[in-house]
């Protein structure tokens, strides 16, 4: 059976770039989608604490819900897209939700609203953008192996615009300039997905695959690979824990115990910020390289090796960071060339983690449940940034040393889980692959 949601096939074989031009239309939509809630991620802690007065424990806990609910939303949203709505209607929808809530940010007074109305929008966006990526590709394509970090890229190029753009506008002339950037951003994204219809898949009524879905084989079938896919959304709950103090915690000491001096320029944190998604740009052409040269002599790494790590550089990220705080000691601020460090630390272990993740889950989705799937990726996504939100208030309790060390065991503890899960989950693939190939 093709695991590959609920498509027959590319609309067209019109190439950009070397790949379908569906991967284009999906990049640059994923682009803009990014560019706006990178927006909002990299203000809200800021808008909190220095706009809205709030303290930074309570600010800490509202943005690990936000972001976390804006990854849990998506298992309603794959469901509803599955069963009734199909991808496409699912996409416009979610983006429409988006844009309306990014200009709600602009009213204090609709600041909960402006929340909740982004993460129910990318609840119908997310699993549904990212599960048309797979289906682009034949089976057997070998394009479809880079697919998903081609797709990564353009997500990083809107995170690269964001700070820049959006940072500038909030932390210069306002915070609610900075919003309205990011629905204009959300309203781009939905021009060009419209407009790029033509070439993606031509997708099936849900009631198409009925069928096989009551077939006992597709069941336990399914069964096993949410097994594996379930264990990798757990692990993952430790990634994101540690990933995603860079907006959180590192972000406050950031603002308030590193030296941003560059000679008479004082860098925002914002700029920092964007070395993240920047150095994703441009070195994912050189980790696909690698991996396309180690897989031609037969040394390339599976999926949760390579997962592994990535989440040893984490790990190493934040060892760093926890040996500078300790040598810096409290009350003395630290140069910005050592959060410079850690980010490109973090952008490194990243680029192992996540696109390596949604590829292994675009190639396991059960055929029908396409988008139901990338909602499970978004699950371990969604409670490692509540546990973020919930680790980070300890932050004004113990001592930053202290705080980054225990930090650093989490993604130690996931690379250890990966690789002693690489053989069962090598088994289940091999069984994909070759369901795939028969159909």
Known sequence: MRGAGSSVGPAAEREWFGHPAGLSVLFLTETWERFSYIAIRVLLVYYMVKGLGFHPAKASMIY???????YLTPIVGGILSDRWLGARRSVILGCSIMALGHFMMISEALFYPALAAICFGNGLFLPNLLSQVRQIYKPGDPRGASAYNVYYVGANLGALLAPIVCGYLGETYGWHYGFAAAGVGMLIG?????GGARHLPVEQPPAVHIAVQATPAWRADTATRFRLLGAVAVLMVLFRTAYEQIGNTVALWADEGVDRSLGALTIPMTWLQAINPLLVCFAMPLVILTWTRLRAAGREPDALAKMAIGCAGLAA????????AAVAGPGTKVSWVWIAAYITLLTLAEMWVFPIGMSLFGRLAPLGLGATTMAVWGLGSFAGNFMGGLVGTLWTRIDHATFFALIATLPALAAVLFLALGRPARKIEDA????????
């Not at 690990?64 to 804006?70: I, W």
């Open 317 to 324: 990220a934040y060892l760093m960071l926890a040996a500078v």
């Open 64 to 70: 690990g819900l936000y972001s976390g609910f804006a």
């Open 432 to 439: 994909a692959a070759l369901a795939a190939a028969a159909t």
């Open 190 to 194: 939905i021009g060009i997905y419209a």
